[in-house]
């Protein structure tokens, strides 16, 4: 099979992960699906069909990071492009509905370790797997890093007390969310002149596992602009932080 492009997309087993694995794998992409738990990683991949291949990767650890970096390696010798996709919403799965989250989320009450595990995963963890693909993607003519955030990260909107919004701001989502803005904005400015393309994109209020499947948006609409955006081709732009469609949103 001819591999005009190769692509790693974390947390590729549901949710906004999987739709656009999909997405990407109709459109002639070749997909390693990265699970954390490989049986899940495999089913998902059987059901995307042969254009992908599963592979175990947690982003909380860094020796799955670099056996995956590996297998990538092995497989394929190169990668075109790293969405950075994986994230938590809470350190473990419960029953705690959006309009409770801040009951149990607020600056004055999270508990400090479910914070820690939600930044592991949300904030570092696209770090530790950008710093282990690194390599492969500069062995592609044509790299590219599409980082999912949110706008629930957005400094700047949520200091706007008319955002209706702005209650569900946490350190835990939230705040992971608007760090790795910081790691997405500080990938941009490394990159800025070496022509790997850089970019962030907020997926819609996609209902999924991440929100007890609360969100307003189907799949296919809430991961729109994260499909669009790893689509891009060498002229397409670089350093941008959007939503659908292509609006921008502040940082």
């Given at each position: 099979?001819?591999?005009?492009?190769?692509?790693?997309?974390?947390?590729?087993?549901?949710?906004?992960?999987?739709?656009?694995?999909?997405?990407?794998?109709?459109?002639?992409?070749?997909?390693v699906v990265?699970?954390?738990?490989?049986?899940?990683?495999?089913?998902?991949?059987?059901?995307?069909?042969?254009?992908?291949?599963?592979?175990?990767?947690?982003?909380?650890?860094?020796?799955?990071?670099?056996?995956?970096?590996?297998?990538?390696?092995?497989?394929?010798?190169?990668?075109?492009?790293?969405?950075?996709?994986?994230?938590?919403?809470?350190?473990?799965?419960?029953?705690?509905?959006?309009?409770?989250?801040?009951?149990?989320?607020?600056?004055?009450?999270?508990?400090?370790?479910?914070?820690?595990?939600?930044?592991?995963?949300?904030?570092?963890?696209?770090?530790?797997?950008?710093?282990?693909?690194?390599?492969?993607?500069?062995?592609?003519?044509?790299?590219?890093?599409?980082?999912?955030?949110?706008?629930a990260?957005?400094?700047?909107?949520?200091?706007?007390?008319?955002?209706?919004?702005?209650?569900?701001?946490?350190?835990?989502?939230?705040?992971?969310?608007?760090?790795?803005?910081?790691?997405?904005?500080?990938?941009?400015?490394?990159?800025?002149?070496?022509?790997?393309?850089?970019?962030?994109?907020?997926?819609?209020?996609?209902?999924?596992?991440?929100?007890?499947?609360q969100?307003?948006a189907?799949?296919?609409?809430?991961?729109?602009?994260?499909?669009?955006?790893?689509?891009?081709?060498?002229?397409?732009?670089?350093?941008?932080?959007?939503?659908?469609?292509?609006?921008?949103?502040?940082?």
């Open positions: 099979m001819a591999h005009k492009r190769i692509a790693l997309i974390t947390g590729a087993n549901q949710g906004v992960g999987f739709q656009v694995a999909k997405e990407l794998a109709a459109d002639g992409v070749t997909v990265g699970a954390r738990d490989f049986g899940k990683g495999k089913a998902a991949a059987e059901e995307i069909g042969e254009r992908s291949m599963p592979v175990q990767l947690d982003v909380t650890s860094q020796p799955s990071i670099d056996n995956a970096a590996e297998r990538i390696r092995s497989e394929f010798g190169r990668l075109d492009l790293l969405v950075n996709n994986a994230a938590i919403s809470r350190a473990t799965r419960n029953e705690v509905a959006l309009e409770d989250y801040m009951a149990h989320y607020a600056a004055s009450n999270i508990p400090l370790g479910e914070m820690r595990t939600i930044w592991e995963t949300n904030a570092f963890g696209p770090l530790a797997v950008y710093q282990a693909m690194l390599p492969l993607l500069l062995l592609s003519s044509d790299a590219r890093i599409v980082n999912v955030g949110s706008g990260g957005s400094l700047t909107l949520n200091a706007d007390p008319s955002l209706p919004e702005r209650k569900m701001f946490s350190p835990g989502y939230a705040g992971s969310k608007a760090a790795l803005s910081i790691m997405a904005l500080s990938m941009m400015v490394e990159h800025g002149e070496d022509g790997i393309k850089v970019n962030l994109v907020s997926p819609e209020f996609t209902s999924t596992a991440l929100n007890n499947y969100g307003s189907t799949l296919e609409e809430g991961s729109r602009e994260v499909v669009r955006v790893a689509k891009f081709g060498p002229n397409d732009p670089s350093g941008t932080y959007t939503r659908w469609e292509n609006q921008s949103i502040p940082w």
